[in-house]
């Protein structure tokens, strides 16, 4: 199920805000829990029980870790200098022990649903190739809906709690609803308990003004998805099953596409998710803010589903580079090389692991693993570099906060964005090595070809009027303004009519009819 | 507090620490920075700083990262 479906827009949604208003106050999040379960069981069935198992130890953990926190507090109270290093230390262990057995069996889920298959197919192949007369069993496992989104989301609230930067909750019902509530079950973004526990479990009243700028959002959405989305849909699908056709020209217009399509679809999807939890007042932070406008590839990805961004940060870049031999490596390396490139070493370590971990999120694959491996490359080789390029500017006299100088870099950003995500799209390393290599190599454009991919001249004004309304809303949103909020202000009729042009661009562009077919919820799978 | 300014001074010489408070939001530091800065704040006024305390608030200017510091020196 999508949650750009009509089905889930307009009878789901509907049917929970109603209800949802209805509910006495206090009970409100007990409604919003019960629909996660009912959705969640919807779509996966007895699988429901890893969830159940992951919310328990969830709840147990965090508890016991406060509990743990406590009793420390209480016996420092009562102890000398000399004894209370030795008490610290006792709870230390302790505390990380519970921490680090909390993980070991949820993230076993993870291993055991996503990858399991994915290391016996390559530790097979290796057996074969060493001669060993074995082979590990493959079995075909559907992993439970969204389970890379609802785990991490849970890990973050205990590692939290052991942190100290959050409370343990007391109320199991209230842990469940934080790790599996419906709109962010299926595709995220991740939340964290300290930024969502308010709004959440609060039971906000269904405003008009909350429903007119949910469904705005919700709209603009399924805009992206419909019109842009789904429409080069077919392009991309044509150019990355039949490359060996077509040029490196129609290879770089597919991978394009692609971009666009999966920024359209997946951000899309995050206005529904952000939209219908603002009617239900709940905050969602976004997860995206216009990537595409970024000056270099390590800032896109600080644009470009944040929240997996800063999940990786927190959890394991920060983790590893400031861990204690990793800050002994920065200083002396320092001393060695400088500012710049001291750093760099346990830095660049870090990026490494969660690059990797990066790619192995996305899927079990050696295409996913090179997505991971390229950006870290990227990222690497632009930070080694960063000061002669410096250098070399400053000797040339060339502004760097000159324009042509910044549509230089956002051409350069996009290019190696763009030859990323041929890794993430194609269906094997052979695909996206033979369409990486024609992009560099193949140009001569055959006769006949821009027409055999799949659209014809009014998809092509479609797309150009769609992508234009997206990109002038993000000038908007780059430059601080509130599209929605200059809306209210409108007359009543001006506001509307606006309401009404977005719906018809919606029936008269949107990709729909014979010989569409409709995205995929691409990080549904993830 | 001098000490403190002295290394960020030897870490990103251009900089006002006296006044300037976006040092984060402001990118006059970036990531490889921080974790000098941390590494370096570390050793020399022993003290942990935690991986949640790596936020904008504490390290916007020189006078939040003092008050971290005084802080993590009292715990």
């Not at chain 1, 609802?150 to 709690?161: E, G, N, P, R």
């Not at chain 1, 632009?382 to 549509?407: A, D, H, Q």
């Not at chain 1, 140009?443 to 769609?466: F, P, Q, V």
Request: hydrophobic share 50%.
């Amino acid at each position: 199920m999508s949650y750009l479906s009509i089905y889930y827009l307009f009878l789901v949604i509907p049917a929970v805000v109603i209800i949802y208003s209805i509910v006495p106050k206090k009970f409100r999040y007990i409604f919003l829990l019960l629909v996660s379960f009912a959705l969640f069981f919807y779509i996966s069935k007895k699988l429901i029980v890893i969830l159940f198992i992951t919310i328990l130890t969830t709840y147990i953990s965090a508890l016991f870790i406060n509990k743990l926190e406590e009793k420390k507090e209480l016996l420092l109270n009562n102890a000398n200098s000399e004894e209370k290093k030795e008490i610290k230390n006792k709870f230390k262990f302790k505390k990380k022990l519970l921490l680090i057995i909390y993980i070991l069996i949820n993230v076993s889920f993870l291993v055991a649903y996503k990858y399991l298959n994915f290391f016996s197919i390559n530790t097979n192949l290796l057996l074969k190739l060493l001669h060993i007369d074995y082979s590990f069993k493959i079995i075909r496992i559907v992993a439970p809906i969204g389970i890379s989104f609802w785990l991490l989301t849970a890990l973050s609230y205990v590692i939290d709690v052991y942190n100290g930067k959050v409370e343990a909750e007391k109320n199991p019902l209230k842990v469940a609803l934080y790790i599996s509530y419906f709109a962010t079950l299926i595709e995220g973004p991740f939340t964290r308990y300290a930024d969502i526990k308010d709004s959440m479990f609060a039971g906000n009243n269904v405003t008009y003004d909350n429903l007119c700028r949910g469904y705005q959002r919700i709209m603009f959405g399924l805009f992206k998805k419909m019109v842009i989305a789904d429409r080069l849909n077919i392009l991309v699908k044509i150019v990355f099953d039949n490359y060996i056709e077509f040029s490196g020209f129609s290879s770089l217009l597919g991978t394009i596409a692609y971009t666009v399509m999966l920024y359209m679809e997946f951000s899309g999807t995050m206005d529904v998710v952000i939209g219908s939890s603002e009617i239900l007042g709940i905050n969602i932070k976004e997860n995206f803010r216009q990537p595409f406008f970024s000056k270099n590839i390590s800032e896109f990805w600080t644009r470009w589903h944040i929240s997996l961004g800063a999940w990786f940060r927190d959890y394991i870049f920060y983790p590893i580079s400031l861990s204690k031999p990793m800050k002994k490596l920065t200083i002396s390396a320092r001393k060695k090389l400088g500012n710049h490139f001291g750093p760099l070493i346990s830095g660049s370590i870090a990026l490494f692991v969660v690059w990797f971990l990066n790619g192995l999120w996305h899927g079990a694959g050696y295409t996913f693993l090179a997505f991971g491996l390229f950006h870290f490359l990227m990222i690497l080789l632009g930070n080694i570099f960063t000061p002669l390029i410096i250098k070399i500017c400053n000797k040339l006299n060339i502004n760097r906060e000159n324009i042509i100088y910044r549509v230089f870099q956002s051409i350069k950003m996009a290019f190696l964005v763009f030859i990323g995500e041929i890794f993430f799209r194609a269906d094997t390393m052979q695909i996206a090595l033979g369409m990486i290599k024609k992009i560099f190599t193949d140009w001569s454009i055959r006769t006949g070809e821009i027409s055999s991919l799949g659209l014809d001249i009014y998809d092509y004004i479609a797309l150009l009027i769609g992508i234009t309304f997206v990109f002038v809303i993000s000038i908007f949103k780059e430059k601080n303004i509130d599209v929605r909020n200059e809306i209210s202000k409108k007359p009543v009729a001006v506001r509307w009519a606006l309401y009404y042009i977005l719906i018809f661009s919606i029936f008269l562009l949107g990709a729909f009819g014979h010989g569409y077919v409709p995205v995929d919820p691409m990080y549904a799978d993830f | 507090m001098e000490k403190l300014i002295e290394i960020l001074e030897g870490l990103q010489p251009e900089v006002d620490y006296e006044t300037v408070d976006n040092l984060i939001d402001g990118r006059y530091l970036d990531s490889l920075t921080i974790l000098s800065l941390v590494s370096e704040i570390e050793d020399e006024f022993d003290v942990e700083i935690p991986t949640v305390e790596i936020i904008p608030a504490n390290f916007n200017s020189a006078k939040k990262m003092w008050e971290l510091i005084e802080r993590l020196k009292e715990e």
